[in-house]
């Protein structure tokens, strides 16, 4: 899976400060959804990086929709997005964020399959495991005392779609990337294979193991006797309609 990085600047244009000014070693990933159902993963990190979260102190590591991944922060910056403010301990201290979109017409479970694979890759990077890998609703703070309801998809369950199955998806993640090539099947037949099994069912051509090879060139005596047997059977056909 392909990341595309498009980093937060520290200020804005208009001079507002976009993300904390500080670095971290990565000790978990947190897992967010949007909850926007307007805007997919490049739109969000595009308005991260403009400045317009910045109102918000808002600033996440990456953004996963069905289609792509998209990086907005180094993963060694702190960001904001666990609501647990100055904690040192916290989320925003401490650990990568991973917000999960879900707009309308998603294809949500294959955005959390990116997130899971992501949040395992990210785990292998920075030594961490599946342990390391939390809800924003694990970062509890004086704002959220029990916790925020994020991800609320797969806090709801809504279709299935539950933790443990990310997690499971992100354990295997690394080893097996979301876009799988499609197996081969067997080679599609010849374009001609159709023809030469009407015209055998239809008494024209008698010999088909001849005809087998369908790139092979006709000799003129058997295309005159193949022109022949069809005139025959032509003729045949239309006396029986008449
Ligand atoms: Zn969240």
């Known amino acids: 899976m392909e990341i595309t990085r498009l980093l937060t600047p520290l200020f804005s244009p208009r001079g507002e ?7 971290m070693t990565p ?14 993963a490049e739109r969000h990190a595009a308005a991260q990086a403009a400045g317009n979260l910045a109102n918000m102190q808002m600033a996440v590591h990456y953004y996963a929709d069905d289609k792509s991944i998209y990086q907005s922060l180094e993963d060694h910056w ?12 916290g989320g925003n201290y401490t650990s990568i964020a ?10 949500q479970r294959k955005a959390f399959v990116n997130a899971a694979w992501l949040a395992g890759t990210l785990c292998k990077k920075h030594g961490l495991d599946i342990r390391h890998i939390k809800r924003h609703k694990d970062w509890i703070s004086g704002k959220w005392p029990k916790g925020k309801d994020c991800p609320h998809i797969l806090l709801e369950g809504k279709d299935g779609m539950t933790w443990d199955w990310v997690i499971g998806t992100a354990l295997v993640a690394p080893a097996a990337p979301p876009h799988l090539p499609v197996p081969m099947g067997p080679p599609a037949p010849h374009w001609a294979q159709a023809t030469l ?3 055998t069912d239809a008494g024209i051509i008698s010999t088909p193991e001849a005809w087998a090879d369908l ?3 006709a000799s003129k005596g058997q295309t005159l006797a193949l022109y022949e047997k069809a005139l025959i059977n032509l003729s045949e056909f239309i006396e029986k309609r008449l």
Do not use: F, M, Y
């Not at 400060?17 to 670095?23: L, S």
């Open 17 to 23: 400060q976009c993300r904390p000014n500080r670095t």
């Open 27 to 40: 000790q978990s990933v947190t897992i967010h959804n949007t909850a926007n159902p307007g805007a997919g």
């Open 78 to 89: 702190q960001g904001w997005h666990a609501g647990d403010g100055e904690n040192k301990n």
């Open 98 to 107: 991973i917000e999960v979109c879900e707009h309308a017409g998603i294809d």
């Open 197 to 199: 099994d009407r015209l």
């Open 215 to 217: 790139d092979a060139p």
